[in-house]
């Protein structure tokens, strides 16, 4: 190298660099502003999070609602279920604390009638095959299931 190209070089390391840039024109991290840093940046709007919260906690509590409503509805048809099973069991009782004179069979139906002592009676004979003269109060029809539960077909 010449002297001349050594004494450029030095006088070249010995001048600070000076940015033309204004230092109010830029930012040390660009990245970190909540906001774009060139005119051809996206549009950054802040958060409002307040906002999205409050969207959040509706959304949960409105799935929340539909999951309870449909809980609800099982528990009541639940509910539902073991009435029936209830009124079986109750109605089975009265049929089994009655008076009959035959052994009823699975699947057949039957008739439950009051007489005026306040005491049941079981029978084959229908409501309406009496004739004119009822001497019973009509109670249920039923039908003996397989479990030995009676179901109500027809009554009161």
Do not use: C
Request: proline share 6%; no cysteine.
């Amino acid at each position: 190298m010449t002297k001349e190209k050594k004494k450029q070089e030095q006088a070249a390391e010995e001048k600070p660099f000076i940015n033309p840039i204004d230092k109010d024109k830029t930012a040390e991290n660009p990245h970190l502003l909540p906001y774009a840093h060139t005119v051809a940046g996206p549009v950054i709007k802040p958060m409002d999070r307040g906002r999205v919260k409050g969207q959040a906690v509706a959304a949960m509590y409105e799935q929340t609602d539909t999951q309870l409503d449909q809980i609800r509805e099982q528990v009541n048809l639940l509910a539902a279920q073991a009435k029936k099973i209830q009124d079986r069991v109750e109605m089975s009782v009265k049929i089994y604390e009655a008076e009959m004179n035959f052994k009823p069979l699975m699947g057949h139906t039957y008739h439950l009638y009051e007489k005026k002592d306040g005491t049941f009676v079981l029978s084959m004979i229908g409501p309406n095959e009496w004739g004119r003269k009822k001497p019973y109060t009509f109670l249920y029809t039923a039908k003996l299931m397989s479990d030995h539960t009676w179901e109500m077909i027809e009554g009161n």
